[in-house]
Each structure stands twice: as C-alpha cells, then as structure tokens.
C-alpha cells in the first residue's frame, strides 16, 4: 500500500513539474513561431496583410473590419521607433508585446493625444529622455511583435493601403 501510494505522490509531483513547465515555456514558443513566420513574409520584419476575409486564419478569427501591421523587433539590434500617423479612423491601436506574450504598451487614438511615435528600448539598456509627444517603453524582452490595428468603416483597398503606409517600424528589426 506504500509502494502504491509514493507512486501516486510521485506522478502527482511530476504531473505539477510538467503542467508548470508547460505554463511557463508555451506562450515563449508560440510567439517565437508567430515571429519567425511574421519575419519570413515580411520586408524588414514589417508586414501589412490584406483585410482579412472569411478565408483568412492566419489571425485566430481576425476581424473583417480591421486592417493589421505586424513589424517584429529584437532590440539586441538597437532601440525600435514605431511611428504612426493613421487618417481620420473610428478606432487605432498600436500594441508591443514581448516575446511571452504579454502586453506590455498600448497607445490608441483615445489616449494618444499629439502622440504618433513610441521607442521600444532593450531591458538592460537606460531610457533615452524623449520630447512629450514620443513615448518611450523599455521592452521586458529583447524579442517581440508590434501590432497596429485600424478599424476600416469600409473596406475601401484605398484607405487600407493608406493606413498600413501610415505605420512604419524602423531600427531594431
């Protein structure tokens, strides 16, 4: 009945390690796939896809009314300066996440303000003073993804090109 029950506390640890392991290292892996894949079809780690239709799954159900910029970043190449300045739209954002997936800065058009500039620093390296209309972020990973987002109040290929040509990532990447 020992035996029985070191073996139940034993799978039970081992069930815990493996169930931790996997919470800690999957969204890591995940986001290491989506920034290879976003590299891979994009011109300097920036990509501007078409709007997306009932087709497209590249996005877990992206939205119709949306039109995407994804640039990548790794600021073991130097700081990353995310300059957008969309045309009159319902709704922007401009997101960075790290390479775990966390969200770690957001600017849209209702906080923004005059501000149309974030700079992505290297964890390890000092924060750069900056002018009120740039804001600058230090990165919690040298790795990580940038999205824009613009809601198009009409699928006018016109004003989506308009849009993505608005966004543009440089340095970093």
């Known amino acids: 009945m020992r035996s029985l029950a070191r073996y139940f506390v034993l799978f039970v640890v081992a069930a815990g390690l493996g169930f931790v392991v996997v919470i800690w290292q999957l969204p890591s892996f995940i986001m290491g796939k989506l920034i290879d894949r976003v590299e891979a079809s994009s011109q300097n780690g920036r990509l501007a896809p078409p709007l997306p239709d009932d087709k497209a799954r590249s996005i877990v159900l992206p939205s119709p009314d949306l039109a995407y910029v994804l640039c990548t970043y790794d600021l073991a190449k130097g700081s990353l300066a ?14 960075a996440y790290a390479d775990n997936t966390d969200n770690f800065a957001v600017i849209n058009d209702r906080n923004s303000g005059e ?9 390890d390296k000092p924060m750069p003073l900056a002018p009120p209309d740039i804001r600058v972020v230090q990165a919690p990973s040298t790795r990580g993804l940038i999205l824009f987002r613009g809601l198009m109040p009409n699928r006018d290929p016109a004003l989506q090109q308009q849009v993505q040509q608005s966004v543009s990532c440089r340095g970093g990447n």
């Open 82 to 95: 995310v300059t957008f300045n969309p045309p009159s739209l319902p709704y922007w954002s401009v997101a």
């Open 115 to 123: 501000m149309r500039q974030m700079i992505l620093v290297a964890p």
